[in-house]
């Protein structure tokens, strides 16, 4: 049988949105098995704890087959290789995110160079959605219902209830 093609995709996930669901089912149509890495976040202050960043992701994902959510607390080339991964999936939406991705891509290369980055774009509805506007719509009493799951939404009115 011919080796496995694994892919992950890392990301912050908070909350994991319909964009990122897209390219998760994007990448299946590429990769044998998607890892869900969600990083436990360095910079950013988190609204949702790691646990129920993943609880929500694999709720989200549990009808497609060959993904599998994770965690992971190393550099993203280390997580890609422990993995057994020969790429690493990122989203590409509007042109502010192609320096940051680009930037990120090539140093991971050097850090890892068995490993590619793959760089997907969303279909064009989630082409302006990111976790921090569905956050701040959602702090602010709008409507974000078209863009998480239902379940995601349930837990992101909960969230900012308690707050
Ligand atoms: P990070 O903090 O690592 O950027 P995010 O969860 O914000 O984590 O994003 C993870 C990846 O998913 C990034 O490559 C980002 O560009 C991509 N992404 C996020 N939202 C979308 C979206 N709506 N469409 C396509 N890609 C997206």
């Keep these: 049988m011919a080796e496995q093609r694994i892919a992950v995709y890392p990301g912050s996930f908070d909350p994991p949105t319909l964009g990122h669901l897209d390219l998760i ?9 998607v890892v869900i890495g969600v990083a436990r976040n360095i910079g ?3 609204l949702f704890s790691t646990e129920e960043r ?5 709720q989200m994902v549990h009808h497609l087959p060959g993904v599998e959510v994770s965690r992971f607390e190393t550099l993203t080339v280390d997580f890609a290789r422990g993995q057994g991964a020969c790429a690493i999936i990122r989203g590409l939406r509007v042109l502010s995110d192609f320096e940051f991705e680009l930037t990120l ?6 850090l890892n160079p ?6 997907l774009m969303p279909s064009e509805p989630y082409a302006f959605l990111s976790s921090t506007m569905v956050k701040e719509i959602a702090a602010f009493g709008g409507d ?6 239902p379940e995601v939404a349930e837990k992101l009115k909960a969230k900012i209830a308690e707050r």
């Excluded at 993943?54 to 694999?58: C, I, K, Q, R």
């Design 25 to 33: 089912q994007r990448a299946t149509q590429l990769f044998d098995k």
């Design 144 to 149: 974000f219902s078209s863009t998480v799951t």
């Design 44 to 46: 950013k202050k988190a």
């Design 114 to 119: 068995e490993v590619d980055t793959v760089c």
């Design 105 to 110: 891509a090539i140093n991971n290369r050097k």
């Design 54 to 58: 993943v609880a929500m992701l694999e």
